[in-house]
């Protein structure tokens, strides 16, 4: 079935550093790809989306390509803030599921002041 | 301003004990969702619903109940029959079931006395 697979954290950066959080994904058909933000006890937020391959998403300062030839989506940002601190989830959907939702376990980022 | 509000923000449950967690959503979105929250495993989603009147089983449906009588709500029952219900509940909804933008309410942190 469909999976989602997130490096494990916690990942701890100083402010300023490069960060990468690395996603990969199986899938049966042809998803779309997203990355949600969750902050201290709230839901989750859509953080960007990317529908085809090569495609790019960014918001407030956060990248990720659509790389169907290796199964990726990986987040990048070049330089953190101690208000990114938050759970990054990385998801697919896909017509293959019903085009529901699959999530990855998340991965904790802490950034240090 | 519209969202999902997701009521209360911590239950307890006794042992044997039925507990419905509320959610209620202004956006009027069709398709709302019921996700589990555990440390290390991501969301799994349990319950869902695209219309009024219907809904379907997610991946973990055992032990949980739902309706769906009216559009903005989308109320989940814990039954007793969940033996393991300590976790944060998220509920969302989307446009329609698709490959949409979920949104998500604040969560319920359910545990057991």
């Known amino acids: 079935g469909d999976s989602v697979t997130q490096m494990e954290g916690p990942v701890t950066l100083s402010e300023e550093a490069f960060l990468t959080i690395n996603c990969t994904y199986t899938a049966t058909g042809y998803p779309s790809l997203f990355w949600y933000v969750q902050y201290p006890g709230e839901g989750l937020q859509l953080l960007l989306k990317?529908?085809?391959?090569?495609d790019k998403g960014s918001n407030k300062g956060f990248e990720a390509t659509y790389r169907k030839e290796t199964t990726s989506f990986h987040l990048e940002k070049g330089s953190v803030q101690v208000s990114d601190s938050a759970v990054y989830f990385c998801a697919l959907s896909d017509e293959g599921y019903g085009n529901k939702l699959v999530f990855g376990a998340g991965t904790i980022l802490r950034v240090k002041s | 301003d519209g969202g999902i509000t997701q009521s209360p923000k911590y239950l307890f449950r006794k042992e044997g004990q039925n507990v419905t967690l509320s959610c209620e959503q202004n956006l009027n979105h069709d398709a709302m969702y019921w996700y589990r929250q555990d440390p290390g495993q991501g969301l799994r989603l349990i319950y869902y619903s695209q219309i009024v009147n219907d809904f379907q089983k997610g991946d973990i449906a055992e032990g949980y109940s739902v309706s769906r009588e009216k559009k903005e709500s989308f109320p989940l029952t814990v039954t007793s029959a969940q033996k393991n219900p300590t976790a944060f509940y998220l509920c969302a909804s989307s446009i329609g079931q698709g490959r949409e933008k979920l949104f998500f309410g604040s969560g319920t942190q359910l545990s057991v006395l």
């Open positions: 990317a529908t085809k391959a090569d």
